[in-house]
C-alpha cells in the first residue's frame, strides 16, 4: 500500500496570514492526489483534485502544487471559515490512501 | 442535486454484523461509483472498498473477507455488509462519489456513527 505521510499535525495561524500543509507518498504517485477540507461532525469536502486543480466553487485562496512524491496545499489569507481539519488522499493506486489530516486552528 | 445519505444502526454487539444503506439522488448508479470510507472517532479516513458503476466490486484487503459491497440500482442504494465487529471498529461511515474522469471523491454522505459494544 502507498503510505501517505501528512505535516504538521496541527497548525495554529492568524487571520490574514499563509499556511502549507504537505503530504508525503511512500512511491511516485503522478500527481493522483486530492485534498479534502473536513469541519467538525461535517463529512470531507473536495477542494483540489489532481494535486493542483480546484474543485468547483472552491475559493481561489486554495491551491495544490507538487509532483512525484512530495505535494503541499497552501492557504493564502486565512478566514475564520478555514477552520476544520485538511486531508490528502492519493488514488493513484489502490488501496486509496489518506494522510493522517491536519487541524488547522486560528491564533 | 447530488445527494448521498448513509442509513444504520448506532450500536451494534461484539462480533455482530452492521450492515449499512447508501441512498443517493442526483445521479445513477449505473453511470458513477460510489465507495465507503471509514474514520474512528478524532482519527484519519480509511478506504474500505467499493462499487463500480458496472457493477464490479473491490475491497480494500484490511478488511479481509470481512466485508461485502452491493447494490440496488431500481432504489438508487448501495450497501456496505461486514461480519465479526470489533471494538475498533466503531467509526463514522461514509459513502461517497468518485469523480467521472478521476479517482477524487466530489460528493460525501453525512456519514452515520456506530459504536460497537462489548
Known amino acids: 500500500d502507498i503510505q501517505m505521510t501528512q505535516s504538521p499535525a496541527s497548525l495554529s495561524a492568524s487571520l490574514g496570514e499563509t499556511v502549507t500543509i504537505e503530504c508525503r507518498a511512500s512511491?511516485?504517485?503522478?500527481?493522483?492526489l486530492a485534498w479534502y477540507q473536513q469541519k467538525p461532525g461535517k463529512s470531507p469536502q473536495l477542494l483540489i483534485y489532481?494535486?493542483?486543480s480546484l474543485h468547483t466553487g472552491v475559493p481561489s485562496r486554495f491551491s495544490g502544487s507538487g509532483s512525484g512524491t512530495q505535494y503541499s496545499l497552501k492557504i493564502n489569507s486565512l478566514q475564520s471559515e478555514d477552520v476544520a481539519s485538511y486531508f490528502c488522499?492519493?488514488?493513484?493506486?489502490?488501496?486509496?490512501?489518506f494522510g493522517s489530516g491536519t487541524k488547522l486552528e486560528i491564533k | 442535486q447530488v445527494q448521498l445519505k448513509e442509513t444504520g444502526p448506532d450500536l451494534v454487539q461484539l462480533t455482530q454484523t452492521l450492515s449499512i444503506t447508501c441512498t443517493v439522488s442526483?445521479?445513477?448508479?449505473?453511470?458513477?461509483?460510489v465507495h465507503w470510507v471509514r474514520q474512528p472517532p478524532g482519527k484519519g479516513l480509511e478506504w474500505m472498498g467499493a462499487?463500480?458503476?458496472?457493477?464490479?466490486?473491490d475491497y480494500n484487503s484490511a478488511f479481509k473477507s470481512r466485508l461485502s459491497i452491493s447494490r440496488d440500482t431500481s432504489k438508487s442504494q448501495v450497501f456496505l455488509k461486514m461480519n465479526s465487529l470489533q471494538t475498533d471498529d466503531t467509526a463514522k461511515y461514509f459513502c461517497?462519489?468518485?469523480?467521472?474522469?478521476?479517482?477524487?471523491?466530489?460528493?460525501w454522505g453525512p456519514g452515520t456513527m456506530v459504536t460497537v459494544s462489548s
Open positions: 461517497a462519489r468518485l469523480g467521472e474522469d478521476y479517482w477524487y471523491f466530489d460528493f
Open positions: 442526483g445521479f445513477s448508479l449505473t453511470t458513477y461509483n
Open positions: 462499487m463500480w458503476n458496472g457493477g464490479g466490486t
Open positions: 512511491e511516485d504517485i503522478y500527481n493522483g
Open positions: 489532481n494535486a493542483n
Open positions: 488522499q492519493q488514488y493513484y493506486d489502490y488501496p486509496f490512501t
